[in-house]
């Protein structure tokens, strides 16, 4: 069974400070591995995927994540972050060979961005 | 973009009571999802569907059916609503590519059963 773990409920952080949002996966196989942001009163929305290869991966808005193997993680990072990127940031993860993508999600991190 | 419409954004029901939330689709997906979203739990799958006329269990089934009578809409039914069925519900649907399916979501139905 797969599972997604986002130990950080909410994080603080000033404007213009860099952030990471941690996510831990576990599962006997390397599964896809997402981040999705959801704004205020707003539906998710991808940010970035990660299905193989480099395991640094740009997604929008300058966010970018890491995928290690040896970790079983795939931590979330901006270099300098804006007080619209105020959000809850989900983690998830679906099986590879499974039919269709059957998302299993963390519980999220709020993030709020300190002017 | 794909866009999936959900109604109504908010919703008071009485225990006992049926309801009946609504997904509406506009891009020719295949796969539709629902979800619902509790603080602590993040998005748990309750029902999906891979085309017209099919519904499948997704994690937390009991209590909940699901209805696709059309390749655009997807209906989640609850017939005996309860106060534990409080919760903000996410309609989705993707493009059918497999594991690495993106999915596009609602912007959520808000249900509260007192």
């Known amino acids: 069974a797969q599972s997604v773990t986002q130990p950080d409920a909410r994080v603080t952080v000033s404007e213009g400070a860099s952030l990471q949002l941690r996510c831990k996966y576990s599962?006997?196989?390397?599964?896809?591995l997402f981040w999705y942001v959801q704004y205020p009163r707003q539906g998710l929305q991808l940010l970035l995927k990660?299905?193989?290869?480099?395991?640094v991966v740009q997604g929008v808005n300058g966010f970018e994540a890491e995928f290690s193997k040896s970790n079983s993680s795939f931590h979330l990072r901006k270099a300098s972050v804006h007080w619209s990127d105020s959000a809850v940031y989900f983690c998830?993860?679906?099986?590879?060979?499974?039919?269709?993508?059957?998302?299993?999600f963390g519980a999220g991190t709020q993030l709020i961005v300190i002017p | 973009e794909a866009a999936v419409t959900q109604s109504p954004r908010n919703k008071v029901a009485v225990t006992g009571g049926k309801v009946t939330l609504s997904c509406n689709q506009t891009?020719?997906?295949?796969?539709m999802y629902w979800y619902r979203q509790d603080t602590g739990h993040g998005l748990r799958l309750i029902h999906y569907?891979?085309?017209?006329?099919?519904?499948e269990k997704g994690d937390i089934p009991d209590g909940y059916k699901a209805s696709r009578p059309s390749q655009e809409n997807f209906s989640l039914i609850l017939e005996l609503a309860t106060p534990s069925q409080t919760s903000v519900y996410f309609c989705?649907?993707?493009?059918?590519?497999?594991?690495?399916?993106?999915?596009?979501f609602g912007h959520g139905t808000k249900l509260s059963v007192l």
């Open positions: 998830a993860v679906s099986m590879r060979g499974s039919a269709l993508g059957r998302l299993h």
């Open positions: 990660y299905y193989s290869g480099d395991p």
């Open positions: 569907s891979y085309g017209a006329g099919s519904t």
């Open positions: 599962s006997s196989v390397t599964p896809y």
């Open positions: 989705a649907s993707g493009d059918a590519r497999g594991a690495n399916e993106r999915l596009f």
């Open positions: 891009n020719n997906h295949n796969n």
